[in-house]
């Protein structure tokens, strides 16, 4: 079993940046594949960014790409998302999820989730 609980999420104005955090606790942090997904209001959840086990390598959706940076600290059981020049339309609920499956990208490929943080971008 794997906990996870995010922190970091907020009120922020469009341009702006925040730092999204994960903490795990249970089984082996550095043998899963990490996510990042968010769900707007009336929207279904969708993939954010991941990074994977073992080689860590990195995936973003091409809504937040080049805007958003996702690492991993084996060490520390985290994972956190950097987002920068924020808009309105990254508006949502974000949750950080946990997966055995190399490269995932699907909700279903995720076993693990956290129960979210809010980030709201005001225009």
């Known amino acids: 079993q794997v906990q996870l609980v995010e922190s970091g999420g907020g009120l922020v104005q469009a341009g702006g940046s925040l730092s999204l955090s994960c903490a795990a606790s249970?089984?082996?942090?550095?043998?899963?594949?990490m996510a990042w997904f968010r769900q707007a209001p009336g929207k279904e959840r969708e993939f954010v960014a991941h990074?994977?086990?073992?080689?860590?390598?990195?995936y973003y959706s091409d809504s937040v790409k080049g805007r958003s940076t996702i690492s991993r600290d084996n060490a520390k059981n985290t994972v956190s998302l950097q987002m920068n020049n924020l808009k309105p339309e990254d508006t949502a609920v974000y949750y950080c999820?946990?997966?055995?499956?190399?490269?995932?990208?699907?909700?279903?490929?995720?076993?693990?989730w956290g129960r979210g943080t809010q980030v709201t971008v005001s225009s």
């Open positions: 990074i994977n086990r073992g080689d860590g390598t990195t």
């Open positions: 249970g089984r082996t942090f550095s043998g899963y594949t």
């Open positions: 999820a946990a997966g055995t499956v190399w490269g995932a990208r699907s909700l279903r490929n995720y076993d693990y």
